[in-house]
């Protein structure tokens, strides 16, 4: 009996330090493909390999044998002795198998649950299988089922909606104000990993321009190059905001660098616009009597924080429904498998058919004499029809049946009935 | 005929309601899309309605407060289906739609009228006169709407408590253009209508401007909307004091429509109106 079998490690079972040594050589799905398609004990296969996690599909008759070579592949291309990883793995057989890789399509197994990458990975990896001809029937199904189960969590539930990390909040917050940031501008105050990682999620969403600021001007044009942008001096930030829309500040300042009166001075000369000011800084930049202010947005970095956790929170319900929508996916991917068994015999009933068909019409065309062309098509419509609909309703029947677990009876009368297994001999 | 067009529109309107308030809920794109094109069933029974009561009565159906709620509802309606084609903006039908179908149920409750219609009334310059206020009055009311939206979404943001509106309502500029909009193309229809308006009392009347209630108080909903579009452009006003001045224009505007036809009486009375009326 044919099994689909799941072989593989993610962050939560696996160190980093394990993974790193399979994600590092970029030639390794080439690898592991080039290996399952030599063996002969796995039907199908597909590897995939992130920085979170090395995943084997695969299918097989003879189940221990496949799962030893698996774990020899994985021994041999991340060049790691069984013993250090087998710990490490885990196994899934059939429609546990068929849950993980819907669960890992959607990102619910995912480190951050509902990042978007995790599928075009997916996607990536399945590529590589079908262009080296390790994919088949049930993996290609399997796959592309993913695809869906993965489109279906996305668009009905609110997982990927949310954001979960400080910065893209704060983006998220910044096109709740502007609705879009095409054309904004941007003054970044101050250096840092975090406030780098924001500037870059801002220009992600379309901020065309942005300056920027540092006590040090050396350090500024340092930064300013990292994003094409101009740097200004600390005694120009005043102006500045007359300009800008978007303030992000991350000095080591123990003194707020953005007071109230400055940025109420700046207002008028605005017109009003909305300024939305991202303080990731500790001790804060900016005085929180500005938020005060009209049209004036201040976020600092535990402001940003509660939003992350209610989002986190949001995700957490989303899942539950997620989950369900697996199940119900799981279901109608195991009843399509169990259509699969009839398929055989549902090909040979209809190629018996075909040849007495064709055997039937050599023997009687001689006695037919000369034919039109349109008479000759007429009798061949004719034969078939009449085959097809002999054969239409055991086929229909073993469609039908297909899901019992009596479904081996039906074939084998199947069989016999219409004497299947001699024929394909002969 | 007619009537049965009226309870039809309200019917499809009360549905329509309800799903757009569904849909604010559920977030589903479908409840909209239902709603959406039950939304434009009603209106079209609406528009049925209306005209078939111009052909029967041989005016525009504003003389009677009963007739002018289920026109204003229906300018309304036709301001946001109009809106809707330029913003895609789906929630908004859950603020407006309720508003229009509340306006409809009013209107229902109300007794029909059926007097003789006095002369003057039979005049293109009435179709006109009305229209174009009304059709105003319509987009007033989404920058109204909007600006509440405004409100609740500015307020969730200013206190960092995003709520459960947070996700559903639009982006502050979003809502403030959408205001904008509305006041500066409702503001034209305004002043036409108050002029055509004039016009038509010259020529009922024989004069232009006759300090009635209804026009000294149309006059101050003028200049006040005047007042906002002229702080938003020169003042560069926007944000939450534009939408607190839009608010409080369409109170007054509110007050002009209602209180000033039923409570301070002049030929724009609903009373006036009837064949009993004394002018």
């Given at each position: 009996m044919m099994k689909i079998i799941n072989i593989g490690m993610n962050h939560k079972t696996a160190a980093v330090e394990l993974r790193e040594c399979l994600a590092a050589s970029s030639n390794s799905v080439n690898k592991a493909l080039d290996f399952i398609r030599e063996i002969g004990c796995i039907k199908e296969g597909i590897f995939l390999s992130t920085c979170n996690r090395v995943e084997t599909f695969f299918t097989a008759d003879r189940t221990p044998e496949a799962k030893a070579f698996i774990i020899s592949m994985i021994s041999k291309i991340g060049n790691i002795p069984d013993k250090k990883f087998l710990s490490s793995l885990y196994t899934f057989e059939d429609m546990d198998a068929v849950r993980h890789?819907?669960?890992?399509?959607?990102?619910?197994?995912?480190?951050?649950?509902?990042?978007?990458?995790?599928?075009?990975?997916?996607?990536?990896?399945?590529?590589?299988?079908?262009?080296?001809?390790?994919?088949?029937?049930?993996?290609?199904?399997?796959?592309?089922?993913?695809?869906?189960?993965?489109k279906r969590i996305r668009t009905e539930t609110e997982i990927c909606d949310a954001a979960v990390s400080i910065s893209y909040a704060a983006v998220e917050l910044a096109e709740k104000i502007f609705h879009v940031l095409d054309g904004k501008k941007v003054l970044l105050i101050g250096a840092g990993e975090m406030s780098e990682l924001a500037a870059k999620h801002?220009?992600?969403?379309?901020?065309?321009?942005?300056?920027?600021?540092?006590?040090?001007?050396?350090?500024?044009?340092?930064?300013?190059?990292?994003?094409?942008?101009?740097?200004?001096?600390?005694?120009?930030?005043?102006?500045?905001?007359?300009?800008?829309?978007?303030?992000?500040?991350?000095?080591?300042?123990?003194?707020?660098?953005?007071?109230?009166?400055?940025?109420?001075?700046?207002?008028?000369?605005?017109?009003?616009?909305?300024?939305?000011?991202?303080?990731?800084?500790?001790?804060?930049?900016?005085?929180?009597?500005?938020?005060?202010?009209?049209?004036?947005?201040?976020?600092?970095?535990?402001?940003?924080?509660?939003?992350?956790?209610?989002?986190?929170?949001?995700?957490?319900?989303?899942?539950?429904?997620?989950?369900?929508?697996?199940?119900?996916?799981?279901?109608?991917?195991?009843?399509?498998?169990?259509?699969?068994?009839?398929?055989?015999?549902?090909?040979?009933?209809?190629?018996?058919?075909?040849?007495?068909?064709?055997?039937?019409?050599?023997k009687s065309r001689a006695c037919l004499g000369e034919l039109t062309t349109i008479q000759e098509d007429e009798i061949r419509v004719l034969t078939r029809s009449i085959a097809e609909k002999l054969i239409n309703d055991p086929i229909l029947f073993l469609k039908r049946k297909a899901d019992r677990s009596t479904i081996n009876n039906y074939l084998d009368i199947t069989k016999q009935l219409f004497n299947l297994d001699n024929n394909n001999r002969s | 005929m007619t009537f049965l067009c009226f309870n039809t529109a309200l019917f499809f309107e009360l549905l329509a309601t309800g799903g757009f308030?569904?849909?604010?809920?559920?977030?589903?794109?479908?409840?909209?899309?239902?709603?959406?094109?039950?939304l434009v069933a009603g209106f079209i029974c609406h528009t049925v309605f209306l005209g078939s009561r111009y052909y029967n009565l041989g005016i525009t159906p504003v003389l009677n407060l009963k007739s002018a709620l289920s026109f204003f509802s229906w300018t309304i309606i036709c301001a946001y289906l109009i809106l809707h084609s330029k913003f895609r903006l789906m929630v908004l039908g859950s603020f407006v739609v309720p508003f229009a179908a509340f306006l409809m149920i009013i209107s229902s409750a109300m007794p029909w009228m059926n007097g003789?219609?006095?002369?003057?009334?039979?005049?293109?310059?009435?179709?006109?006169?009305?229209?174009?206020?009304?059709?105003?009055?319509?987009?007033?009311?989404?920058?109204?709407?909007?600006?509440?939206?405004?409100?609740?979404?500015?307020?969730?943001?200013?206190?960092?408590?995003?709520?459960?509106?947070?996700?559903?309502?639009?982006?502050?500029?979003?809502?403030d253009g959408i205001n904008y909009y509305s006041v500066m193309y409702g503001f034209p229809f305004l002043t036409v209508g108050m002029i055509t308006g004039s016009m038509y009392a010259q020529y009922a009347f024989g004069?232009?401007?006759?300090?009635?209630?209804?026009?000294?108080?149309?006059?101050?909903?003028?200049?006040?909307?005047?007042?906002?579009?002229?702080?938003?452009?020169?003042?560069?006003?926007?944000?939450?004091?534009?939408?607190?001045?839009?608010?409080?224009?369409?109170?007054?505007?509110?007050?002009?429509?209602?209180?000033?036809?039923?409570?301070?009486?002049?030929?724009?009375?609903?009373?006036?109106?009837?064949?009993?009326?004394?002018?």
């Open positions: 890789i819907f669960r890992v399509a959607s990102s619910l197994d995912s480190m951050i649950v509902g990042e978007p990458q995790i599928l075009g990975q997916i996607k990536e990896a399945y590529a590589q299988a079908t262009i080296q001809k390790t994919s088949g029937v049930i993996l290609n199904r399997l796959m592309h089922r993913s695809f869906h189960v993965a801002l220009f992600a969403h379309g901020v065309s321009s942005m300056v920027v600021a540092n006590r040090t001007f050396d350090r500024a044009v340092e930064v300013a190059r990292l994003f094409d942008s101009r740097p200004v001096s600390f005694d120009e930030i005043e102006d500045q905001l007359i300009e800008v829309d978007i303030v992000l500040t991350s000095t080591a300042s123990q003194e707020p660098v953005i007071t109230h009166d400055q940025v109420k001075k700046c207002l008028r000369k605005r017109r009003n616009r909305p300024l939305f000011f991202i303080d990731i800084a500790v001790p804060r930049d900016v005085q929180p009597e500005v938020n005060k202010l009209e049209n004036v947005y201040v976020y600092d970095i535990d402001d940003l924080k509660g939003v992350v956790q209610i989002n986190m929170a949001q995700r957490q319900q989303a899942a539950i429904k997620a989950e369900r929508i697996i199940e119900e996916e799981v279901v109608k991917f195991e009843k399509w498998l169990k259509t699969l068994s009839v398929v055989p015999t549902i090909v040979s009933l209809r190629e018996k058919a075909e040849a007495i068909l064709q055997a039937e019409l050599r | 308030i569904a849909y604010v809920i559920k977030q589903q794109k479908w409840i909209f899309r239902c709603s959406y094109w039950i003789p219609i006095r002369p003057v009334f039979k005049s293109l310059w009435l179709t006109v006169h009305v229209g174009t206020v009304f059709m105003g009055d319509g987009l007033f009311a989404i920058a109204f709407l909007a600006a509440v939206m405004y409100l609740i979404q500015e307020r969730q943001i200013k206190r960092k408590r995003l709520g459960s509106f947070y996700n559903r309502l639009p982006s502050l500029a979003t809502l004069t232009y401007w006759q300090w009635d209630p209804k026009e000294l108080w149309s006059l101050i909903t003028w200049l006040s909307y005047a007042v906002l579009l002229h702080e938003r452009l020169v003042a560069g006003w926007q944000g939450r004091r534009a939408a607190i001045m839009s608010i409080a224009c369409f109170g007054i505007l509110i007050f002009t429509f209602l209180g000033a036809s039923l409570l301070l009486g002049g030929y724009h009375s609903f009373s006036n109106m009837g064949a009993k009326g004394t002018l």
